[in-house]
Nanobody, 121 residues
């Protein structure tokens, strides 16, 4: 079993930056794909970014968000720059126990509880 705990969410104004962190415990996740998803009120959970050896991004965040991982710390990060009101959502960390990237929620076995990001003026 893998437990995931996200942190770093908050309330920011448009154009600001935030860095989300996701710490994994229970197993070493260096051999896992780590992903970030988000869910806005009334909407389905959607893919944001994922990383195995290289990253992949949703078109809506490409150029603004950066996913990275520190395997020594069993941690994955999501650096979010130039935030927009439409980025407001609960952000979830997810883990997939293979190194092939996936962009659907069904491809991930483990999920964190989420951290709220609100972008508002």
């Amino acid at each position: 079993q893998v437990q995931l705990v996200e942190s770093g969410g908050g309330l920011v104004t448009p154009g600001d930056s935030l860095r989300l962190s996701c710490v994994a415990s229970g197993r070493t996740v260096s051999g896992y794909v780590m992903g970030w998803f988000r869910q806005a009120p009334g909407k389905e959970r959607e893919f944001v970014a994922a990383i195995s050896w290289s990253p992949r991004y949703a078109d809506s965040v490409k150029g603004r968000f950066t996913i990275s991982r520190d395997n020594a710390k069993n941690t994955v990060y999501l650096q979010m720059n130039s935030l927009k009101p439409e980025d407001t959502a609960v952000y979830y960390c997810a883990a997939r126990p293979v190194l092939s990237l996936a962009t659907s929620t069904a491809g991930y076995d483990y999920w964190g509880q989420g951290t709220q990001v609100t972008v508002s003026s």
